[in-house]
């Protein structure tokens, strides 16, 4: 009886095992992620920058006052992704991405990102970038996406593009796309109470398979106190008691054959409500952001182009026509540039010219040139061009900018090669031709030197 007893204990503990195994078997394991190394050397990062939301490492080109000779830095820095996706069915999904960044040489022994590249490395630097179940609903057939997730505009990135926490839902009816979302910037405080959210609506419409119009609606209510911390490099931006904004846009893109046309259309308005200690009265805002971009073959390569407008403002008055971004959660990267915009392979170090489209109340009027040449099937090389200018002299910035608007020209070339499938060695070059919004505002009065870069790139994806 015993043995019986005994044999029908361990017959049910394994069924049970086998039966909770069951689901754990039937989920599908996704592992994906990136490391990539860059070694850097310029005049140009090593510039101090001021009131940046990290301090030096990110912010924007600010020469003012100091030495017209830019020391000249080199440093390496690396960044891993890791990205594990639990897998259900084709319905269901739980997504996680990760990243670990460093200088090489900057900390150890402590607790910190974008640390831990000094001797002995030990620092605990593991960032969390997403967490968010995507799942399709069986009752709607919507697709839904919540949690902490990867947003970008419909607008090439001019307003905001940022993990955020939040809820998507999107549906395809035939040829159109829709989505609806709901995103919490911030919260601090009394939960719930000072919190800064974004209510997001965006279509998308296939006339024909060549020819693609959309439109999208954000609203961002912004309830946190003038004594919270906000991004001080700009004199109206995202600072108030209350501030809304209503970002109401179009976006189209046409396939001419030979030549892709793109572009957009976005008008912001809302109130920035008073803050005594800066401006002691509300200021209603009417601003507007613009782009036309092409992109065709051309000979053996494919050329591009881009221009873009951002509204600014003078500074004074009731009204500001000065386009309120979120803060530095974005950049315009179709311009292909590496120091006049933000370089999109930038890391723990990312500093630009035009560091937002805002540009601290002063908008931005810009071009760009590239063209992408295929030499191999493993060599590839892309030059680029492009030109600022701010659209207002704002009379509250940093820098007496009488002498001019323009910002200056950019210059750069890239080399790549594909050493395997999945990893890619590229050189790189960067030369900024600095304008007249620049001239003696170094030290004593001088012109500073002009910026550049140089920096090699291994990039690894699986």
Same mark, same amino acid.
């Given at each position: 009886?015993?043995i019986t007893?005994?044999?029908l204990?361990i017959?049910a503990?394994?069924?049970?095992?086998?039966?909770t195994?069951?689901p754990?078997?039937a989920?599908?394991?996704?592992f994906h992620g990136?490391?990539?190394?860059?070694?850097?050397v310029?005049n140009?990062?090593?510039?101090p920058?001021i009131?940046? !939301? #990290?301090?030096?490492p990110?912010?924007?080109y600010?020469?003012?006052g100091?030495d017209?000779d830019?020391?000249?830095?080199?440093?390496?820095e690396?960044r891993?992704r890791?990205m594990?996706?639990a897998?259900?069915?084709d319905?269901?999904k739980l997504v996680?991405?990760? #990243?670990?960044d460093?200088?090489?040489?900057?900390?150890?022994?402590?607790?910190?990102?974008?640390?831990g590249?000094a001797?002995g490395?030990?620092t605990v630097?593991?960032e969390?970038?997403?967490v968010?179940?995507?799942f399709?609903?069986?009752?709607?057939?919507?697709?839904?996406?919540? $949690?902490?997730?990867?947003y970008?505009d419909a607008?090439k990135?001019v307003l905001?593009?940022a993990?955020m926490?939040g809820?998507?839902?999107?549906r395809?009816?035939? !040829?159109l796309?829709?989505?609806?979302?709901?995103?919490?910037?911030d919260?601090?405080?009394?939960?719930?109470?000072?919190?800064?959210d974004m209510v997001?609506?965006?279509?998308?419409?296939?006339v024909?398979?060549?020819?693609?119009?959309?439109?999208?609606?954000y609203?961002?209510g912004?309830?946190?106190s003038?004594?919270?911390t906000f991004?001080r490099?700009?004199? *109206?931006?995202?600072?108030g008691?209350?501030?809304t904004f209503?970002?109401l $846009?179009?976006?189209?893109?046409?396939?001419?054959?030979p030549?892709t046309?793109?572009?957009?259309?976005?008008?912001q308005?809302?109130t920035?409500e008073?803050?005594?200690a800066?401006?002691?009265?509300?200021r209603?805002?009417?601003?507007?952001?613009?782009?036309?971009?092409?992109?065709g073959?051309?000979?053996?390569?494919?050329?591009?182009?881009?221009?873009?407008?951002v509204?600014?403002d003078?500074?004074?008055?009731s009204s500001?026509?000065?386009?309120?971004?979120i803060q530095d #959660?974005?950049g *315009?990267?179709?311009?292909?540039?590496?120091?006049?915009?933000?370089?999109?392979?930038a890391?723990?170090?990312?500093?630009?010219?035009?560091?937002t489209s805002?540009?601290?109340d002063?908008g931005?009027i810009?071009? *760009?040139?590239? /063209?992408?040449?295929p030499?191999?099937?493993k060599?590839?090389s892309s030059f680029?061009a492009g030109?600022a200018s701010?659209?207002?002299?704002?009379?509250?910035t940093?820098?007496d900018t009488s002498?001019g608007k323009?910002?200056g020209t950019e210059?750069?070339?890239s080399?790549?090669y594909?050493?395997?499938?999945n990893?890619?060695a590229?050189?790189?070059?960067a030369?900024?031709?600095?304008?007249?919004y620049?001239n003696d505002?170094a030290?004593?009065g001088?012109d !500073?030197?002009?910026? /550049?870069?140089?920096?090699?790139?291994?990039?690894?994806a699986?």
């Open positions: 009886m015993g007893k005994k044999t204990m017959t503990s394994a069924a049970l095992t086998v039966a195994a069951v754990a078997l989920l599908e394991n996704e990136m490391f990539r190394l860059k070694g850097v310029n140009f990062n090593a510039t920058v009131n940046s !939301p #990290e301090g030096s990110y912010g924007f600010l020469p003012a100091i017209k830019a020391p000249t830095a080199t440093y390496l690396q891993a890791l594990y996706i897998k259900a069915n319905d269901l996680t991405h990760f #990243e670990i460093s200088r090489w040489g900057d900390a150890s022994y402590t607790n910190s990102r974008n640390k590249g001797i490395a030990d630097n593991l969390t970038k997403s968010y179940l995507d399709n609903c069986p009752i709607t057939g919507a697709n839904v996406k919540v $949690g902490m997730q990867p970008d607008f990135g905001f593009g993990d926490a809820l998507l839902v999107s395809s009816f035939g !040829p796309d829709a989505s609806a979302g709901f995103f919490r910037f919260d601090s405080g009394l939960p719930g109470k000072r919190a800064r997001a609506a965006t279509a998308r419409y296939a024909t398979k060549d020819i693609k119009v959309g439109g999208a609606y609203f961002i912004d309830d946190r003038e004594t919270d991004v490099d700009y004199l *109206f931006q995202q600072q008691e209350t501030n209503h970002n $846009g179009i976006n189209a893109e046409a396939n001419l054959g030549v046309i793109d572009g957009f259309f976005l008008y308005f809302g920035l008073d803050i005594a800066i401006s002691g009265r509300d209603d805002v009417s601003a507007f952001a613009g782009n036309v971009g092409a992109r073959k051309i000979g053996p390569g494919t050329a591009r182009a881009e221009f873009l407008y509204s600014g003078t500074g004074g008055g500001t026509n000065s386009f309120q971004s #959660e974005h *315009f990267y179709n311009g292909n540039l590496q120091l006049l915009f933000r370089d999109a392979y890391m723990t170090i990312d500093n630009a010219v035009v560091y805002n540009n601290k002063q931005v810009a071009g *760009f040139l590239g /063209y992408d040449l030499i191999t099937s060599l590839s680029n030109f701010v659209a207002k002299e704002n009379r509250n940093t820098l002498n323009y910002l210059v750069n070339a080399v790549d594909k050493l395997f499938d990893m890619t590229s050189v790189r070059g030369y900024v031709i600095l304008g007249d620049f505002v030290e004593g001088k !500073p030197d002009d910026p /550049y870069m140089g920096s090699v790139i291994l990039n690894y699986f």
